[in-house]
């Protein structure tokens, strides 16, 4: 498995550039990621010497750069057990279940799902900088993605995340719902809900009964844009609020939180050059709250 030292991946330079600067900007780097690399000599050689971001580029130079120049994540750790999916060196897939927070709040700082990550792998790379692909609400269950390096989360490619769903009413058919979502603020200040408004931002949830009856449906969902709570406030804009889910619809007296999961994820993989693709059973509480409801 991966260990703490630098890790630097290599390319082939195609073309002359003025600066190891253009060439990463020029191939999709961030800011952030150029900074950290300027931090320490080192995290950039060229043909086998260290250089500067300045240093101008060949064609057919050979360019490696540390794959994690950042300093560790220190945010509060917490021991919880990680429902591990998949790993490898560059990826950590985590099945998270509900009721947990993936980020510290104040409500949340000391028991959390990046707690619990920072925890797990700083115990084998004490450098490790936490970046979560996918986050999920707190009630939410299902897959996420944690890459391990910048380079990994940078080259990361075509998630594609199925979700399922307990909602109210009858759904028998397929359905698209589009309209934009507006996150509503006082004074400047996220109230932690949405809005269906022509003056939020594009979104669209794709819809798929699964099973259903006149009180209740399980359907599967895909999304475009994947906005802050978009399932939840494109169903309960349409009349059908996911079971349990306090804030869009009604307190459920079957379940204690929004009736919602990520079961399914696939991605493409750079360093493997493959698609790879997963899927966790339904929780023990969904399963029998949609057995006992349909």
């Known amino acids: 498995m991966i260990n703490d ?19 990463l900007k020029d191939n999709g780097f961030s800011e952030n990621y150029i ?21 101008g580029l060949k ?35 985590v099945n998270k279940p509900s009721g947990l927070a993936c980020m510290p709040s104040r409500s949340h700082y000391s028991e959390n799902l ?25 009630d939410t269950s299902g897959i996420i993605i944690v890459a391990k390096d910048s380079i990994a989360q940078k080259e990361i490619k075509d998630i594609d995340k199925t979700y399922y769903a307990l909602c109210e009413g ?15 603020t006082e004074n400047g200040i ?5 809005i269906v408004s022509p003056e939020g ?9 699964i099973k259903f009856n006149d009180k209740y449906s399980l359907i599967k969902l895909k999304l475009e844009y994947g906005r802050t709570h978009q399932i939840r406030v494109h169903l309960s804009s349409v009349g059908h609020p996911l079971v349990g889910d306090c804030l869009y619809g009604n307190k459920s ?28 059973p339904f929780p023990k509480d969904f399963e029998e709250l949609a057995n006992k409801l349909l």
């Open 114 to 138: 990046a707690g619990a990550i920072c925890y797990y792998m700083q115990q084998k790379m004490p450098s490790f900088t936490l970046r979560i692909i996918n986050r999920l609400d707190k």
């Open 5 to 23: 030292k630098n890790r630097f991946q290599k390319y082939v330079i195609n073309k002359d550039y003025r600066s190891v600067y253009h060439f």
């Open 35 to 55: 900074t950290n690399l300027r931090k320490k000599m080192g995290n950039i050689v060229l043909n086998g010497q260290s250089m500067t971001i300045r240093t």
């Open 253 to 280: 007296e079957h379940i204690d939180h929004t009736a919602l999961l990520c079961s399914e994820i696939s991605f493409y993989h750079p360093f493997l050059n493959k698609t790879l693709t997963f899927k966790v």
């Open 190 to 194: 996220n109230q932690h809900k949405r």
């Open 201 to 209: 931002k594009p979104a669209k949830t794709y819809v798929e009964p």
């Open 170 to 184: 009858k759904i028998d058919k397929e359905i698209m719902i589009e309209a934009k979502i507006q996150t509503i």
């Open 59 to 93: 064609q057919n130079d050979i360019l490696e750069i540390n794959s994690n120049p950042n300093t560790s994540t220190s945010i509060m750790q917490c021991i919880i057990p990680l429902d591990i999916v998949y790993e490898d060196d560059y990826y950590l897939l």
